[in-house]
């Protein structure tokens, strides 16, 4: 549990930590999106090549970024076996005469294509995974909530309660950290009376949680009541009247960022798609 990062600043300074939070919020989801439509091994260690620079461009350790990753290592790797049995590819005779193997075992069966397309949906899982992540690690919550209340401003017209929905965002990505180190301390009091986690099945590891799930649940709601008193003891009413102590304001860099990203995007949906059926362009994205 204490090695949990999802929520967590990581304090420096950095370029990407200056960014206006709504630049970084966009970026990221067009960074999401983008992803979506990338099918090809070169086009994925680009992306990655990019992630890279950012990544060291914000300061923040690689160790720690990767660390958030490990957490949807089992899902990777479940994913990336699950797709490599159930993909017949092109038939026995044509994944032979493509890459030279065919190994069917009954229902399962592993060739070429499988590999190719298993290969590709790990590193879409892996990079969805990272990209994010490193938002997290250079906006604080509240930045974060400003962020999002400003962009979905505009559906105020439809009164719907946006800076309610934002301080629910920002609560809870300030809680995770809390909640995980409670997990923690429960997990390792249940170990201390004799309780056992790390042995047996999935089953028996499911139900050995059910004495932490408990008192975590209990946990939770008294320290979500203990801060709705807290919000009522300073006299908060909503957004209504309210100011920011920090106005959010563009800068140089975060326009920059947005010309990058537009670019970026522009570039893997060029290679991607190739609307003028350049030849270099199919050869280089071959696989």
Known sequence: MKDITFGQVYPVESPIHRMDARAKLIITIAYIVMIFFIDSFVLYGIVAVVLLGVILLSRVPIRKVLSSV??????????????????????????????????????????????I??????????????GPSLLTFTTTPMALTDAIEHLLSPLKLLRLPIHELAMIMSITLCLIPTIMGEAEKIMNAQKARGASFDHGNIFKRAAALLPV??????CSLKRSDELGDAMDARCYRGAKGRTKMKVMKYRASDIFAYFFMAALLFAILLFSYNWWGWNWISAFVVI
């Open 70 to 115: 490990k957490f949807i290592f089992i899902l990777l790797i479940f994913t990336f076996i699950l797709t490599l049995l159930l993909n017949r590819g092109m038939g026995e005779e044509a994944e032979k005469a493509a890459f030279g193997f065919y190994i069917e075992w009954g229902p399962f069966n592993i060739c070429g294509t499988g590999l």
């Open 117 to 130: 397309s298993a290969g590709k949906l790990a590193c879409r899982l892996f990079l969805l995974v990272l």
């Open 213 to 218: 799930l408990i008192p975590l649940f209990i």
